[in-house]
């Protein structure tokens, strides 16, 4: 199993970004998948999540009403859209599974103020 985290980039406070995690391999199981993010010199947090089965989503509260996770089964894929980015928003973006058994390679988000 592979997941692939891509889209990650600089990008001026106020602006947006859109990750992406593709899951390719073999097929596995998982009820929930989710994104969570390192900033330098701070603990991993976790962000967003979407359930794979009735796409509920949950936020951390810094980012609610500007991020938004979403998937499209048929590519396998899990997004994230990030709007209204702020400095503090720096950071790695790594994708995960519901048990954190995959992840992806990480994906450097930097907003600039």
């Known amino acids: 199993v592979q997941l692939q985290a891509s889209g990650g980039g600089l990008v001026q406070a106020g602006g947006s970004l859109r990750l992406s995690c593709k899951v390719s391999g073999r097929t596995f199981t998982t009820h929930s998948m989710s994104w969570l993010r390192q900033a330098p010199g701070k603990e991993r947090e976790w962000v967003a999540t979407i359930t794979l089965d009735r796409e509920i989503t949950y936020y951390t509260d810094s980012v609610k009403g500007r991020f938004t996770i979403s998937r499209d089964s048929s590519e396998n894929t899990v997004y994230l859209q990030m709007n209204s980015l702020k400095p503090e928003d720096t950071a790695v973006y790594y994708c995960?599974?519901?048990?954190?058994?995959?992840w992806g390679q990480g994906t450097l988000v930097t907003v600039s103020s």
């Open positions: 995960t599974d519901a048990g954190q058994l995959y």
